[in-house]
Protein backbone atom coordinates (compact mmCIF):
# COMPACT_ATOMS: atom_id res chain seq x y z
CA UNK A 1 0.00 0.00 0.00
CA UNK A 2 1.78 3.18 -0.93
CA UNK A 3 0.84 5.68 1.61
CA UNK A 4 0.18 9.44 0.89
CA UNK A 5 3.67 11.19 1.58
CA UNK A 6 3.51 13.19 4.46
CA UNK A 7 3.45 17.30 4.45
CA UNK A 8 6.49 17.77 6.71
CA UNK A 9 9.05 15.26 7.21
CA UNK A 10 11.85 15.96 9.75
CA UNK A 11 14.95 13.63 8.92
CA UNK A 12 17.81 12.99 11.19
CA UNK A 13 17.17 16.92 11.97
CA UNK A 14 20.76 17.91 14.03
CA UNK A 15 21.01 21.40 15.72
CA UNK A 16 23.99 23.04 17.76
CA UNK A 17 24.35 25.91 19.71
CA UNK A 18 27.68 27.67 20.30
CA UNK A 19 27.81 29.06 23.57
CA UNK A 20 30.91 30.21 25.89
CA UNK A 21 30.70 26.74 27.60
CA UNK A 22 30.94 25.07 24.68
CA UNK A 23 29.28 23.63 22.12
CA UNK A 24 25.42 22.69 23.33
CA UNK A 25 24.17 19.84 20.83
CA UNK A 26 20.31 20.50 21.52
CA UNK A 27 19.05 18.15 18.67
CA UNK A 28 20.46 15.04 17.78
CA UNK A 29 18.90 13.34 15.02
CA UNK A 30 15.25 14.34 15.08
CA UNK A 31 13.12 12.34 12.63
CA UNK A 32 9.23 12.15 12.60
CA UNK A 33 6.48 13.34 10.04
CA UNK A 34 2.90 14.61 9.51
CA UNK A 35 0.16 13.73 7.66
CA UNK A 36 -2.27 16.48 6.35
CA UNK A 37 -4.78 17.24 8.24
CA UNK A 38 -3.08 15.02 11.09
CA UNK A 39 -1.91 16.70 14.88
CA UNK A 40 1.06 15.33 16.19
CA UNK A 41 2.23 16.14 19.64
CA UNK A 42 5.80 16.55 20.99
CA UNK A 43 6.00 16.21 24.58
CA UNK A 44 8.83 15.67 26.50
CA UNK A 45 10.62 17.81 30.10
CA UNK A 46 12.00 21.64 29.29
CA UNK A 47 15.38 21.50 27.71
CA UNK A 48 14.66 18.20 25.64
CA UNK A 49 14.20 20.00 22.68
CA UNK A 50 11.28 20.74 22.15
CA UNK A 51 11.11 24.18 21.29
CA UNK A 52 14.35 23.95 19.46
CA UNK A 53 12.69 21.48 16.69
CA UNK A 54 9.73 23.88 16.11
CA UNK A 55 12.26 26.72 15.74
CA UNK A 56 14.37 24.57 13.24
CA UNK A 57 11.44 23.71 11.32
CA UNK A 58 10.20 27.34 10.98
CA UNK A 59 14.16 28.50 10.47
CA UNK A 60 13.67 31.03 12.73
CA UNK A 61 16.75 29.34 15.23
CA UNK A 62 19.06 31.94 17.53
CA UNK A 63 21.84 33.25 15.52
CA UNK A 64 24.03 30.83 17.39
CA UNK A 65 22.37 27.80 16.64
CA UNK A 66 23.47 26.05 13.70
CA UNK A 67 21.71 22.84 11.96
CA UNK A 68 24.67 20.44 11.62
CA UNK A 69 22.68 17.89 9.62
CA UNK A 70 19.00 16.56 8.07
CA UNK A 71 16.54 17.59 6.39
CA UNK A 72 13.12 19.53 7.09
CA UNK A 73 10.71 18.05 3.41
CA UNK A 74 7.87 20.26 3.47
CA UNK A 75 5.54 20.06 0.73
CA UNK A 76 8.63 18.71 -1.31
CA UNK A 77 10.77 21.50 -0.62
CA UNK A 78 13.81 21.47 1.65
CA UNK A 79 13.44 23.78 4.33
CA UNK A 80 16.81 23.45 5.70
CA UNK A 81 18.52 24.49 2.43
CA UNK A 82 15.87 27.19 1.48
CA UNK A 83 17.19 30.21 1.53
CA UNK A 84 15.38 33.30 3.42
CA UNK A 85 13.18 35.20 0.63
CA UNK A 86 11.69 31.81 -0.10
CA UNK A 87 11.59 30.80 3.95
CA UNK A 88 9.68 34.63 4.06
CA UNK A 89 7.38 34.07 1.29
CA UNK A 90 6.07 30.56 2.74
CA UNK A 91 6.31 31.50 6.73
CA UNK A 92 2.57 32.69 7.41
CA UNK A 93 1.32 31.29 3.89
CA UNK A 94 2.20 27.65 4.15
CA UNK A 95 3.56 27.49 8.02
CA UNK A 96 2.59 29.52 10.68
CA UNK A 97 3.30 29.30 14.46
CA UNK A 98 1.42 30.35 17.60
CA UNK A 99 4.28 31.18 20.01
CA UNK A 100 4.09 30.47 24.11
CA UNK A 101 3.36 33.75 25.01
CA UNK A 102 0.84 36.06 23.05
CA UNK A 103 1.79 39.39 24.70
CA UNK A 104 5.78 39.19 24.09
CA UNK A 105 5.12 37.51 20.27
CA UNK A 106 2.13 40.77 19.84
CA UNK A 107 3.38 43.79 18.61
CA UNK A 108 2.65 45.82 21.54
CA UNK A 109 2.61 49.40 20.08
CA UNK A 110 0.08 48.08 17.14
CA UNK A 111 -3.49 47.28 16.85
CA UNK A 112 -4.31 43.78 16.66
CA UNK A 113 -6.52 43.97 13.74
CA UNK A 114 -3.45 45.68 11.85
CA UNK A 115 -1.03 42.97 12.68
CA UNK A 116 -3.49 40.42 11.06
CA UNK A 117 -3.92 43.33 8.01
CA UNK A 118 -0.37 43.00 7.45
CA UNK A 119 -0.10 39.44 7.17
CA UNK A 120 -2.78 39.57 4.86
CA UNK A 121 -1.18 42.38 2.91
CA UNK A 122 2.17 40.71 2.69
CA UNK A 123 0.97 37.00 1.77
CA UNK A 124 -1.76 38.78 -0.62
CA UNK A 125 -4.39 37.11 1.51
CA UNK A 126 -6.79 40.25 0.49
CA UNK A 127 -6.73 43.48 -1.70
CA UNK A 128 -6.13 46.18 0.07
CA UNK A 129 -9.56 47.47 0.04
CA UNK A 130 -10.71 44.46 1.85
CA UNK A 131 -8.23 43.98 4.53
CA UNK A 132 -9.79 45.42 7.14
CA UNK A 133 -13.30 43.66 6.33
CA UNK A 134 -11.16 40.17 6.26
CA UNK A 135 -9.24 41.10 9.71
CA UNK A 136 -12.42 41.11 11.50
CA UNK A 137 -14.19 38.24 9.95
CA UNK A 138 -10.74 36.02 11.22
CA UNK A 139 -11.23 37.76 14.58
CA UNK A 140 -14.95 36.57 14.48
CA UNK A 141 -13.75 33.43 13.35
CA UNK A 142 -11.49 32.95 16.55
CA UNK A 143 -14.65 34.10 18.48
CA UNK A 144 -13.59 37.00 19.84
CA UNK A 145 -16.98 38.93 20.96
CA UNK A 146 -17.21 42.70 19.18
CA UNK A 147 -14.72 41.93 16.55
CA UNK A 148 -15.34 45.14 14.67
CA UNK A 149 -13.94 47.07 17.66
CA UNK A 150 -11.81 44.76 19.14
CA UNK A 151 -9.92 45.40 15.69
CA UNK A 152 -8.10 48.91 17.05
CA UNK A 153 -7.35 46.79 20.26
CA UNK A 154 -3.77 47.20 20.97
CA UNK A 155 -2.21 44.08 23.13
CA UNK A 156 -2.56 45.40 26.36
CA UNK A 157 -6.01 45.69 26.38
CA UNK A 158 -6.63 42.14 25.92
CA UNK A 159 -6.79 39.41 28.17
CA UNK A 160 -4.17 36.50 28.01
CA UNK A 161 -6.74 34.45 26.50
CA UNK A 162 -8.30 36.96 23.73
CA UNK A 163 -4.61 37.58 22.74
CA UNK A 164 -4.06 33.78 22.05
CA UNK A 165 -7.12 34.10 20.17
CA UNK A 166 -5.22 36.75 18.12
CA UNK A 167 -1.90 34.93 17.47
CA UNK A 168 -4.37 32.17 16.41
CA UNK A 169 -6.13 34.79 13.92
CA UNK A 170 -2.78 35.64 12.64
CA UNK A 171 -1.57 32.09 12.43
CA UNK A 172 -4.33 31.10 10.16
CA UNK A 173 -5.24 34.38 8.53
CA UNK A 174 -3.83 33.02 5.45
CA UNK A 175 -4.56 28.97 5.29
CA UNK A 176 -1.89 27.47 6.12
CA UNK A 177 -1.05 24.20 5.47
CA UNK A 178 0.67 23.45 8.69
CA UNK A 179 0.52 25.05 12.41
CA UNK A 180 3.26 25.34 14.76
CA UNK A 181 2.38 25.42 18.25
CA UNK A 182 4.82 25.60 20.62
CA UNK A 183 2.78 25.57 23.87
CA UNK A 184 0.17 27.49 23.02
CA UNK A 185 -2.11 27.42 26.73
CA UNK A 186 0.50 27.36 28.96
CA UNK A 187 -0.24 29.82 31.87
CA UNK A 188 -3.89 30.29 30.86
CA UNK A 189 -6.65 28.92 33.15
CA UNK A 190 -8.36 25.25 32.03
CA UNK A 191 -11.49 26.84 30.77
CA UNK A 192 -9.71 28.93 28.53
CA UNK A 193 -6.99 26.20 27.47
CA UNK A 194 -9.98 23.95 26.65
CA UNK A 195 -11.95 26.96 24.56
CA UNK A 196 -8.51 28.00 22.47
CA UNK A 197 -7.54 24.23 22.15
CA UNK A 198 -11.30 23.27 20.86
CA UNK A 199 -10.53 26.42 18.48
CA UNK A 200 -7.38 25.18 17.19
CA UNK A 201 -8.86 21.22 16.71
CA UNK A 202 -11.92 22.70 14.87
CA UNK A 203 -10.11 25.03 12.61
CA UNK A 204 -7.56 22.17 11.40
CA UNK A 205 -10.28 19.90 11.17
CA UNK A 206 -12.15 22.44 8.85
CA UNK A 207 -9.49 23.29 6.88
CA UNK A 208 -7.44 19.88 6.79
CA UNK A 209 -4.18 21.71 8.61
CA UNK A 210 -1.61 19.80 9.89
CA UNK A 211 -1.16 20.69 13.52
CA UNK A 212 2.72 20.26 15.65
CA UNK A 213 1.52 20.86 19.55
CA UNK A 214 4.39 21.32 21.15
CA UNK A 215 3.34 21.05 25.08
CA UNK A 216 4.82 19.30 28.61
CA UNK A 217 1.45 18.53 28.92
CA UNK A 218 1.08 15.17 28.21
CA UNK A 219 -2.80 15.11 29.11
CA UNK A 220 -3.28 17.51 26.83
CA UNK A 221 -1.74 16.31 24.25
CA UNK A 222 -3.68 13.06 24.85
CA UNK A 223 -6.81 14.75 24.53
CA UNK A 224 -6.19 16.65 21.21
CA UNK A 225 -3.25 14.75 19.23
CA UNK A 226 -3.49 11.36 17.01
CA UNK A 227 0.47 10.73 17.44
CA UNK A 228 2.58 12.09 20.06
CA UNK A 229 6.63 11.85 19.62
CA UNK A 230 8.22 11.87 23.25
CA UNK A 231 11.63 13.77 23.52
CA UNK A 232 14.64 13.50 25.98
CA UNK A 233 17.49 15.51 25.79
CA UNK A 234 17.52 16.24 22.03
CA UNK A 235 16.34 12.59 21.19
CA UNK A 236 13.00 11.15 19.88
CA UNK A 237 12.89 8.39 22.14
CA UNK A 238 9.16 6.82 21.15
CA UNK A 239 7.07 7.77 18.65
CA UNK A 240 3.15 6.48 18.81
CA UNK A 241 0.11 6.73 18.04
CA UNK A 242 -1.86 8.28 21.72
CA UNK A 243 -3.48 5.01 22.49
CA UNK A 244 -1.08 2.65 22.14
CA UNK A 245 1.49 5.28 23.88
CA UNK A 246 -1.03 5.43 26.92
CA UNK A 247 -1.71 1.31 26.86
CA UNK A 248 1.65 0.37 26.11
CA UNK A 249 4.74 2.58 26.67
CA UNK A 250 7.74 0.89 25.27
CA UNK A 251 10.50 3.02 26.00
CA UNK A 252 11.22 3.58 29.85
CA UNK A 253 11.49 7.13 29.63
CA UNK A 254 7.51 7.55 28.28
CA UNK A 255 6.04 4.80 30.98
CA UNK A 256 7.70 7.40 33.35
CA UNK A 257 6.37 10.51 31.80
CA UNK A 258 3.03 8.73 32.07
CA UNK A 259 3.35 7.36 35.75
CA UNK A 260 4.55 11.38 37.10
CA UNK A 261 1.76 13.16 35.39
CA UNK A 262 -1.42 13.80 37.84
CA UNK A 263 -4.89 12.52 37.27
CA UNK A 264 -8.06 11.20 38.70
CA UNK A 265 -7.45 7.24 40.11
CA UNK A 266 -3.86 8.18 40.92
CA UNK A 267 -2.75 8.83 44.80
CA UNK A 268 0.35 11.08 45.66
CA UNK A 269 1.98 7.25 46.48
CA UNK A 270 1.80 6.28 43.46
CA UNK A 271 2.84 9.60 41.67
CA UNK A 272 6.11 8.70 40.43
CA UNK A 273 8.98 11.11 40.07
CA UNK A 274 11.77 10.41 37.32
CA UNK A 275 15.06 10.32 39.24
CA UNK A 276 18.04 12.67 37.88
CA UNK A 277 17.57 15.39 35.82
CA UNK A 278 18.69 15.72 31.72
CA UNK A 279 22.35 15.40 31.11
CA UNK A 280 25.05 18.02 29.90
CA UNK A 281 24.37 18.81 26.50
CA UNK A 282 28.22 19.96 26.03
CA UNK A 283 30.81 17.20 25.33
CA UNK A 284 30.67 13.62 25.05
CA UNK A 285 27.03 12.06 25.44
CA UNK A 286 26.34 8.63 26.14
CA UNK A 287 24.89 6.75 23.07
CA UNK A 288 21.30 6.62 25.20
CA UNK A 289 21.19 10.65 26.61
CA UNK A 290 18.78 8.85 29.54
CA UNK A 291 20.98 5.56 30.27
CA UNK A 292 22.25 7.76 33.54
CA UNK A 293 18.97 8.55 34.77
CA UNK A 294 17.41 4.45 33.63
CA UNK A 295 16.62 1.74 35.85
CA UNK A 296 16.69 -0.62 33.59
CA UNK A 297 20.41 0.59 32.63
CA UNK A 298 22.89 -2.71 31.08
CA UNK A 299 26.29 -1.96 29.27
CA UNK A 300 25.12 -3.06 26.20
CA UNK A 301 22.90 0.60 25.93
CA UNK A 302 25.84 2.31 25.67
CA UNK A 303 26.38 0.71 22.00
CA UNK A 304 24.87 3.12 19.45
CA UNK A 305 21.00 2.86 19.79
CA UNK A 306 18.40 1.03 17.45
CA UNK A 307 16.00 2.74 16.44
CA UNK A 308 12.94 -0.59 16.14
CA UNK A 309 9.79 -0.80 15.16
CA UNK A 310 7.74 -2.09 17.26
CA UNK A 311 4.49 -1.69 15.81
CA UNK A 312 3.15 0.02 13.04
CA UNK A 313 3.64 3.66 12.89
CA UNK A 314 5.08 2.95 16.63
CA UNK A 315 9.08 3.62 16.84
CA UNK A 316 11.39 3.17 20.17
CA UNK A 317 15.17 4.22 20.87
CA UNK A 318 15.55 1.97 23.16
CA UNK A 319 18.07 -1.40 23.53
CA UNK A 320 16.08 -2.57 26.01
CA UNK A 321 12.83 -1.49 25.68
CA UNK A 322 9.66 -2.56 28.26
CA UNK B 1 -10.85 19.54 64.22
CA UNK B 2 -9.29 22.11 66.44
CA UNK B 3 -9.69 25.46 64.09
CA UNK B 4 -6.45 27.68 63.44
CA UNK B 5 -7.68 29.81 60.74
CA UNK B 6 -10.95 31.52 60.71
CA UNK B 7 -11.89 33.94 57.95
CA UNK B 8 -15.22 35.86 58.52
CA UNK B 9 -17.20 37.80 55.93
CA UNK B 10 -13.60 39.02 54.44
CA UNK B 11 -14.14 41.71 51.70
CA UNK B 12 -11.61 43.77 49.77
CA UNK B 13 -12.05 46.50 47.37
CA UNK B 14 -10.01 48.36 45.72
CA UNK B 15 -11.14 52.37 44.68
CA UNK B 16 -10.66 52.49 40.63
CA UNK B 17 -11.13 55.26 38.32
CA UNK B 18 -13.83 54.08 35.64
CA UNK B 19 -13.41 56.20 32.00
CA UNK B 20 -16.07 58.45 31.40
CA UNK B 21 -17.84 58.21 34.50
CA UNK B 22 -19.09 61.78 35.81
CA UNK B 23 -16.34 63.35 38.10
CA UNK B 24 -16.89 62.20 41.81
CA UNK B 25 -18.59 59.62 41.37
CA UNK B 26 -16.62 56.50 43.05
CA UNK B 27 -16.12 53.21 41.60
CA UNK B 28 -14.67 50.27 43.44
CA UNK B 29 -13.06 46.78 42.17
CA UNK B 30 -14.44 44.20 44.11
CA UNK B 31 -11.57 41.39 44.37
CA UNK B 32 -12.85 39.52 47.43
CA UNK B 33 -16.53 39.45 48.57
CA UNK B 34 -17.81 38.23 51.25
CA UNK B 35 -15.82 35.06 51.95
CA UNK B 36 -16.36 32.57 54.90
CA UNK B 37 -14.11 29.69 55.44
CA UNK B 38 -12.02 28.27 57.93
CA UNK B 39 -8.66 25.80 57.80
CA UNK B 40 -8.74 23.43 60.78
CA UNK B 41 -5.05 22.45 62.41
CA UNK B 42 -2.53 19.99 60.29
CA UNK B 43 -5.39 20.47 57.86
CA UNK B 44 -4.80 21.06 54.07
CA UNK B 45 -7.52 23.40 52.12
CA UNK B 46 -7.13 23.90 48.19
CA UNK B 47 -8.49 27.38 46.65
CA UNK B 48 -8.86 26.83 42.87
CA UNK B 49 -10.54 29.19 40.57
CA UNK B 50 -9.47 31.44 37.26
CA UNK B 51 -6.51 34.04 37.29
CA UNK B 52 -8.82 37.34 38.41
CA UNK B 53 -11.27 35.19 40.47
CA UNK B 54 -9.30 37.10 43.50
CA UNK B 55 -7.30 34.42 45.04
CA UNK B 56 -3.78 36.27 45.39
CA UNK B 57 -5.79 38.90 47.07
CA UNK B 58 -7.60 36.22 49.86
CA UNK B 59 -4.25 35.00 49.77
CA UNK B 60 -2.74 38.93 50.92
CA UNK B 61 -5.73 39.15 53.44
CA UNK B 62 -4.61 36.15 54.93
CA UNK B 63 -1.05 36.78 55.16
CA UNK B 64 -1.59 40.16 56.16
CA UNK B 65 -0.02 41.85 53.44
CA UNK B 66 -2.83 43.82 52.76
CA UNK B 67 -5.76 45.33 54.94
CA UNK B 68 -9.47 44.36 54.54
CA UNK B 69 -12.26 46.62 53.85
CA UNK B 70 -14.76 44.54 55.93
CA UNK B 71 -14.63 41.15 57.95
CA UNK B 72 -12.35 39.53 60.28
CA UNK B 73 -9.52 36.89 60.35
CA UNK B 74 -9.27 35.07 63.41
CA UNK B 75 -5.37 32.67 63.59
CA UNK B 76 -4.71 30.84 66.41
CA UNK B 77 -6.58 32.41 68.88
CA UNK B 78 -6.08 36.28 67.75
CA UNK B 79 -8.05 38.51 65.86
CA UNK B 80 -5.11 39.79 63.26
CA UNK B 81 -7.36 40.76 60.31
CA UNK B 82 -7.92 44.20 62.31
CA UNK B 83 -4.57 44.56 63.07
CA UNK B 84 -3.02 47.19 60.25
CA UNK B 85 -0.49 45.04 57.64
CA UNK B 86 2.64 47.13 58.73
CA UNK B 87 1.95 46.63 61.85
CA UNK B 88 1.55 43.41 61.56
CA UNK B 89 5.06 42.76 60.82
CA UNK B 90 5.91 43.37 64.28
CA UNK B 91 3.44 40.73 65.70
CA UNK B 92 4.39 37.25 67.02
CA UNK B 93 1.66 35.74 64.58
CA UNK B 94 3.98 37.00 61.56
CA UNK B 95 6.70 34.26 62.04
CA UNK B 96 3.09 31.93 61.77
CA UNK B 97 1.87 32.23 58.83
CA UNK B 98 4.71 31.91 55.60
CA UNK B 99 4.23 31.51 52.11
CA UNK B 100 6.15 29.30 49.30
CA UNK B 101 6.08 31.25 45.84
CA UNK B 102 5.58 30.28 42.24
CA UNK B 103 8.57 30.32 40.56
CA UNK B 104 11.88 29.80 42.27
CA UNK B 105 13.40 31.85 40.38
CA UNK B 106 12.13 34.90 41.06
CA UNK B 107 10.74 34.44 44.26
CA UNK B 108 14.43 33.83 45.79
CA UNK B 109 17.22 36.96 45.93
CA UNK B 110 19.53 36.21 42.95
CA UNK B 111 22.16 37.99 45.09
CA UNK B 112 21.55 35.83 47.97
CA UNK B 113 23.42 32.27 48.57
CA UNK B 114 20.96 29.66 49.44
CA UNK B 115 22.46 29.92 53.24
CA UNK B 116 21.72 33.16 53.07
CA UNK B 117 18.25 32.52 51.87
CA UNK B 118 17.07 30.24 54.32
CA UNK B 119 19.11 32.29 57.12
CA UNK B 120 16.87 35.09 56.66
CA UNK B 121 13.89 34.25 58.52
CA UNK B 122 15.65 33.33 61.17
CA UNK B 123 17.53 36.31 61.40
CA UNK B 124 14.48 38.98 61.17
CA UNK B 125 12.23 36.89 62.78
CA UNK B 126 13.96 34.05 64.67
CA UNK B 127 14.63 34.23 68.37
CA UNK B 128 17.76 36.10 68.12
CA UNK B 129 20.49 33.45 68.08
CA UNK B 130 24.08 33.46 67.63
CA UNK B 131 25.63 32.66 64.05
CA UNK B 132 26.80 29.54 65.07
CA UNK B 133 22.78 28.23 65.97
CA UNK B 134 21.41 29.83 62.70
CA UNK B 135 23.78 27.56 60.46
CA UNK B 136 23.26 24.93 62.69
CA UNK B 137 19.46 25.35 61.77
CA UNK B 138 19.97 25.90 58.04
CA UNK B 139 22.07 22.79 57.92
CA UNK B 140 19.14 20.94 59.67
CA UNK B 141 16.70 22.69 57.72
CA UNK B 142 18.63 21.87 54.13
CA UNK B 143 18.45 18.12 55.50
CA UNK B 144 14.76 18.48 55.87
CA UNK B 145 13.81 19.12 52.51
CA UNK B 146 16.58 17.06 50.79
CA UNK B 147 18.45 19.99 49.45
CA UNK B 148 22.26 18.53 49.90
CA UNK B 149 24.37 20.94 52.32
CA UNK B 150 27.15 21.22 50.01
CA UNK B 151 24.82 23.34 47.87
CA UNK B 152 23.84 25.65 50.43
CA UNK B 153 26.98 27.83 49.04
CA UNK B 154 24.94 28.36 45.56
CA UNK B 155 23.50 30.74 44.15
CA UNK B 156 19.97 30.56 42.79
CA UNK B 157 21.11 30.53 39.01
CA UNK B 158 23.75 27.64 39.93
CA UNK B 159 20.81 25.91 41.25
CA UNK B 160 17.84 23.29 39.24
CA UNK B 161 14.26 24.56 39.59
CA UNK B 162 13.54 21.61 41.93
CA UNK B 163 16.43 22.55 43.82
CA UNK B 164 15.44 26.01 44.28
CA UNK B 165 11.78 24.91 45.13
CA UNK B 166 13.48 23.10 48.14
CA UNK B 167 15.21 25.99 49.15
CA UNK B 168 12.45 28.29 49.04
CA UNK B 169 10.61 25.71 51.01
CA UNK B 170 13.47 25.74 53.67
CA UNK B 171 12.39 29.17 53.98
CA UNK B 172 8.98 29.09 54.57
CA UNK B 173 9.28 26.24 56.85
CA UNK B 174 12.38 27.61 58.72
CA UNK B 175 10.66 29.33 61.65
CA UNK B 176 8.07 26.27 61.89
CA UNK B 177 4.96 28.10 60.97
CA UNK B 178 1.69 27.13 61.85
CA UNK B 179 0.19 28.28 57.97
CA UNK B 180 2.13 27.59 55.31
CA UNK B 181 0.34 29.34 52.38
CA UNK B 182 1.47 27.98 48.62
CA UNK B 183 0.97 29.41 45.45
CA UNK B 184 1.37 27.25 42.81
CA UNK B 185 4.36 25.51 44.77
CA UNK B 186 4.64 23.15 41.72
CA UNK B 187 3.51 25.10 38.22
CA UNK B 188 6.57 26.11 36.84
CA UNK B 189 8.32 22.79 37.73
CA UNK B 190 9.02 19.82 35.72
CA UNK B 191 6.63 17.07 35.68
CA UNK B 192 9.52 14.61 36.28
CA UNK B 193 10.56 16.62 39.90
CA UNK B 194 6.89 18.04 40.49
CA UNK B 195 6.11 14.58 42.29
CA UNK B 196 9.04 14.79 44.67
CA UNK B 197 7.98 18.10 45.53
CA UNK B 198 4.51 17.22 46.26
CA UNK B 199 5.56 14.27 48.72
CA UNK B 200 8.06 16.30 50.74
CA UNK B 201 5.29 19.35 51.23
CA UNK B 202 2.94 16.14 52.25
CA UNK B 203 5.56 14.82 54.60
CA UNK B 204 6.89 17.95 55.87
CA UNK B 205 2.84 18.65 56.60
CA UNK B 206 2.50 15.25 58.77
CA UNK B 207 6.15 15.91 60.55
CA UNK B 208 6.00 19.69 61.65
CA UNK B 209 1.87 19.54 62.33
CA UNK B 210 1.13 22.79 59.97
CA UNK B 211 -2.01 24.00 57.70
CA UNK B 212 -1.31 24.45 54.32
CA UNK B 213 -3.72 27.24 52.18
CA UNK B 214 -2.92 25.63 48.67
CA UNK B 215 -3.61 28.05 46.23
CA UNK B 216 -3.40 26.20 42.41
CA UNK B 217 -5.31 26.34 39.26
CA UNK B 218 -4.36 22.02 38.44
CA UNK B 219 -7.14 20.52 39.86
CA UNK B 220 -5.04 17.14 39.17
CA UNK B 221 -2.66 18.94 41.96
CA UNK B 222 -5.15 19.83 44.10
CA UNK B 223 -6.89 16.21 44.02
CA UNK B 224 -3.41 14.86 45.27
CA UNK B 225 -2.71 17.14 48.41
CA UNK B 226 -5.88 18.65 49.52
CA UNK B 227 -8.21 17.48 52.26
CA UNK B 228 -10.81 20.19 51.20
CA UNK B 229 -10.78 22.66 48.93
CA UNK B 230 -12.76 25.92 47.92
CA UNK B 231 -13.93 27.08 44.62
CA UNK B 232 -13.47 30.43 43.85
CA UNK B 233 -15.55 32.84 41.05
CA UNK B 234 -14.82 36.53 40.48
CA UNK B 235 -14.37 37.37 44.25
CA UNK B 236 -16.73 34.98 45.83
CA UNK B 237 -16.76 31.43 47.43
CA UNK B 238 -18.91 29.21 44.68
CA UNK B 239 -18.48 25.53 46.39
CA UNK B 240 -16.71 23.90 49.45
CA UNK B 241 -16.32 20.43 50.58
CA UNK B 242 -13.94 17.86 51.00
CA UNK B 243 -11.69 16.76 48.04
CA UNK B 244 -13.85 13.34 47.38
CA UNK B 245 -17.17 15.62 47.70
CA UNK B 246 -16.46 17.96 45.15
CA UNK B 247 -14.74 16.60 42.50
CA UNK B 248 -16.78 13.60 42.35
CA UNK B 249 -20.31 15.55 42.66
CA UNK B 250 -20.13 19.19 42.21
CA UNK B 251 -23.04 20.71 42.93
CA UNK B 252 -21.84 24.31 40.84
CA UNK B 253 -22.32 24.64 37.18
CA UNK B 254 -18.92 26.32 37.53
CA UNK B 255 -16.94 23.57 39.05
CA UNK B 256 -18.45 21.39 36.90
CA UNK B 257 -17.37 22.76 33.86
CA UNK B 258 -13.78 23.33 35.59
CA UNK B 259 -13.53 19.92 35.83
CA UNK B 260 -14.64 19.17 32.83
CA UNK B 261 -12.26 20.84 31.44
CA UNK B 262 -9.16 19.27 32.84
CA UNK B 263 -7.14 17.23 30.40
CA UNK B 264 -6.76 13.28 31.76
CA UNK B 265 -3.83 11.67 30.95
CA UNK B 266 -4.80 8.18 29.35
CA UNK B 267 -8.46 9.21 28.62
CA UNK B 268 -8.35 9.74 24.95
CA UNK B 269 -10.63 11.66 23.10
CA UNK B 270 -12.77 14.66 23.95
CA UNK B 271 -15.30 13.73 27.40
CA UNK B 272 -18.24 15.34 28.04
CA UNK B 273 -16.88 18.71 28.11
CA UNK B 274 -19.06 22.20 29.16
CA UNK B 275 -18.00 25.23 27.41
CA UNK B 276 -17.69 28.15 29.00
CA UNK B 277 -19.17 30.83 26.60
CA UNK B 278 -18.87 34.93 26.83
CA UNK B 279 -16.72 36.54 29.02
CA UNK B 280 -16.85 37.29 32.97
CA UNK B 281 -18.48 39.73 34.32
CA UNK B 282 -16.95 43.05 35.46
CA UNK B 283 -15.86 43.09 38.66
CA UNK B 284 -16.43 46.59 39.19
CA UNK B 285 -19.55 47.81 41.13
CA UNK B 286 -20.99 44.05 40.87
CA UNK B 287 -24.71 43.92 41.18
CA UNK B 288 -24.99 42.63 44.47
CA UNK B 289 -28.27 41.05 43.43
CA UNK B 290 -27.47 38.75 40.11
CA UNK B 291 -24.73 35.70 40.41
CA UNK B 292 -21.65 36.09 39.11
CA UNK B 293 -21.68 33.68 36.94
CA UNK B 294 -24.79 34.42 35.54
CA UNK B 295 -24.79 35.07 31.45
CA UNK B 296 -21.40 32.59 31.75
CA UNK B 297 -23.97 29.84 33.34
CA UNK B 298 -24.85 26.93 31.02
CA UNK B 299 -27.92 26.67 33.33
CA UNK B 300 -28.26 30.51 34.17
CA UNK B 301 -32.36 31.21 35.25
CA UNK B 302 -34.13 34.56 35.64
CA UNK B 303 -33.73 34.14 39.41
CA UNK B 304 -30.39 34.24 38.80
CA UNK B 305 -30.12 38.24 37.77
CA UNK B 306 -31.99 38.76 40.75
CA UNK B 307 -30.93 36.99 43.59
CA UNK B 308 -27.33 36.37 44.49
CA UNK B 309 -26.99 32.26 45.35
CA UNK B 310 -25.38 32.25 49.01
CA UNK B 311 -24.13 29.33 50.10
CA UNK B 312 -26.39 26.17 51.16
CA UNK B 313 -25.29 22.70 53.05
CA UNK B 314 -25.84 19.76 50.54
CA UNK B 315 -24.80 17.40 53.57
CA UNK B 316 -21.73 17.57 55.46
CA UNK B 317 -18.97 20.30 54.94
CA UNK B 318 -20.22 20.36 51.36
CA UNK B 319 -21.90 23.88 50.48
CA UNK B 320 -22.37 25.23 47.17
CA UNK B 321 -24.09 28.59 46.17
CA UNK B 322 -26.54 27.97 43.41
CA UNK B 323 -30.29 28.14 43.44
CA UNK B 324 -30.16 24.94 40.65
CA UNK B 325 -27.64 23.08 42.55
Known amino acids: MAAPAPLLSVEDLSVEFRTREGLVKALDRVSFDIHRGETVGVVGESGSGKSVTAFAIMRILDPAARITGGRVAFDGVDLVAAHEPELEARRGRDLSMIFQNPRTALNPIRQVGRQIGDVLLRHGGAKRGEVRARAVELLAQVQIPDPARRYWAYPFELSGGMCQRVMIALALACGPALLVADEPTTGLDVTTQAAIMDLIDELARAKRMATLLITHDLGLAALHCERIVVMHAGHVVESAPTAELFASPRHPYTAKLIAATPGPGISLEELAAIPGSLPDLRGELPACRYSRRCERYAPFCDEPLPLAEVGPRHTVACGKPL | ?325
Open chain 2, 1 to 325: MDTLLEVASVSKRFPVTVKGSPRGSEHFLQAVDDVSFSIGRGECVGLVGESGCGKSTLVKLITRLSDTSDGRIWFDGHDIGTVPAERFARMPQRALIQMVFQDPTDSLNPRFTAFDTIADPLRRLGRSAGAGEVAKRVSALADMVGLPRELLGRYPHQLSGGQKQRVGIARAVALEPRLLVLDEPTSALDVSVQAVILKLLESLRRRLGMSYLFVSHDLNVVRLLADRVLVMYLGRIVEMGTVDEVFERPRHPYTRALLSCVPEPGATGAGQRIRLSGEPRSPIDPDPNVCRFYGRCPDGVERCAQEMPLLRSFGGVHLSACHLA
